[in-house]
């Protein structure tokens, strides 16, 4: 969505393939600096960064595509992991008939092949107006917008344009800006808004990833104790990849 910040996690003074504790975290403008044990420093931007403690183990890859992830051992499902992710896969149940989606990480080198997120992750991160409140207490996006139900995309558009310009003048915070382009791009692409209208109807309908994956994901959660997949519990930024991708998927 374009309301959300980009992600990025700028450089490091070599891969740290293998997790390395945090010694030092200090802030510069724009960025978070993180010295480790190892005498590694990371270059972190402030939306990664910021969750970043002392006595955190981190690894990470360098590049213009870093994967990173932060194990923190005082907190349980605490840990994070930040990676480029591909194709999205349909919700399915796992083993406790919790739904949930499988994310496929786009070229990870530190050992995680997929991601999986609970619907519910997925609802309370993309569909809400407030990401601080429970579903039951969240205002819809057409009263945000001050529409009706019924709106065609032209008046979505104007009433956008409207609400834009009141939270400017009164120069709300940066999280209302982001709510209100949230819900625009919502309300204004029609998958996404006959799935919001669903949970509307019924908020424990399984919630597909939005744009099928394809992007640049920070979650919180935990690695598998054996295997290769990282089980979030919570969103914390999702930026889309806005390039078409061709999938070549076998027939049944």
Same mark, same amino acid.
């Given at each position: 969505m374009s309301a959300e910040p980009a992600i990025s996690a700028a450089e490091t003074s070599g891969p740290l393939s293998a997790l390395a504790r945090v010694?030092? *975290?200090?802030?510069?403008?724009?960025?978070?600096? &993180?010295? &480790?044990?190892?005498?590694?420093?990371?270059?972190?931007?402030?939306?990664?960064?910021?969750? *970043?403690?002392?006595?955190?183990?981190?690894?990470?890859? +360098?590049? =213009?595509?870093p994967e990173i992830r932060v194990r923190k051992p005082a907190l349980r499902r605490a840990d994070l992991y930040y990676t480029r992710v /591909?194709?999205? =896969?349909?919700?399915?149940? %796992?083993?406790?008939?919790?739904?949930?989606?499988?994310?496929?990480?786009? +070229?990870?080198?530190?050992?995680?092949s997929a991601v999986h997120i609970p619907c519910r992750a997925i609802r309370d991160y993309f569909f809400v107006t407030d990401r601080e409140k429970p579903w039951g207490s969240q205002v819809s #996006?057409?009263?945000?917008?001050? *529409?009706?139900?019924?709106?065609? #995309?032209?008046?979505?558009?104007?009433?956008?344009r409207v609400r834009r310009m009141e939270y400017r003048q009164a120069k709300a915070q940066k999280s209302e800006v982001a709510a209100i382009e949230r819900a625009y791009n919502i309300l204004a692409d029609p998958q996404l808004r006959a799935v919001y209208e669903t949970l509307l109807s019924? !908020?424990?309908?399984?919630? !597909?990833? !939005?744009?099928? /994956? @394809?992007?640049?994901?920070?979650?919180?959660?935990?690695?598998?104790?054996?295997? %290769?997949? #990282? #089980? =979030?519990?919570?969103i914390? +930024? @999702?930026l889309p990849d806005r390039r078409r991708h061709t999938l070549t998927l076998p027939l049944r």
């Open positions: 010694t030092v *975290v200090r802030q510069e403008t724009g960025k978070i600096i &993180c010295t &480790c044990s190892s005498g590694a420093i990371l270059v972190l931007s402030k939306l990664v960064g910021s969750h *970043v403690r002392v006595g955190d183990e981190i690894s990470a890859t +360098a590049g =213009a595509m /591909g194709y999205a =896969a349909q919700p399915r149940p %796992d083993r406790r008939s919790e739904m949930f989606i499988r994310l496929e990480v786009a +070229a990870g080198q530190l050992g995680m #996006f057409y009263r945000l917008l001050h *529409v009706p139900q019924t709106v065609r #995309f032209g008046e979505l558009r104007l009433a956008y019924n !908020p424990e309908t399984p919630t !597909p990833f !939005p744009y099928s /994956g @394809f992007g640049s994901v920070l979650v919180e959660g935990e690695q598998a104790k054996e295997g %290769d997949v #990282f #089980f =979030a519990r919570r914390l +930024a @999702f």
